[in-house]
Nanobody
């Protein structure tokens, strides 16, 4: 069993920055990929960024150039550095992992961008 615990969400002003963390614990073998999704009110959950076991990264849409995904393999932790935040980035951000062929989700952390 794998657990994903997110942290780092909160309230930030437009143009500000936040860093989200996702720590994975449990039976972590054959790690394939971890990533971040987000879901705004009334919208579908969407991929933000992902990183594979080889370190390859993928970013989606307007997050390209503003967000950076990284990982600390020793700590089984993935990070999402978010810069130049906009009100439309407001959402619940979810950590996701594919480990040993199974999909896991964290509980989500709220990010609110507002003045």
């Amino acid at each position: 069993q794998v657990q994903l615990v997110e942290s780092g969400g909160g309230l930030v002003q437009p143009g500000g920055s936040l860093t989200l963390s996702c720590a994975a614990s449990g039976s972590i073998f054959n790690f394939y990929a971890m990533g971040w999704y987000r879901q705004a009110p009334g919208k579908q959950r969407e991929l933000v960024a992902s990183i594979t076991s080889s370190g390859s990264t993928n970013y989606v849409g307007s997050m390209q150039g503003r967000f950076t995904i990284s990982r600390d393999t020793a700590k089984n932790t993935v990070y999402l550095q978010m810069n130049s935040l906009k009100p439309e980035d407001t959402a619940v951000y979810y950590c996701h992992a594919i480990i040993s062929g199974y999909s896991y989700w964290g509980q989500g952390t709220q990010v609110t961008v507002s003045s």
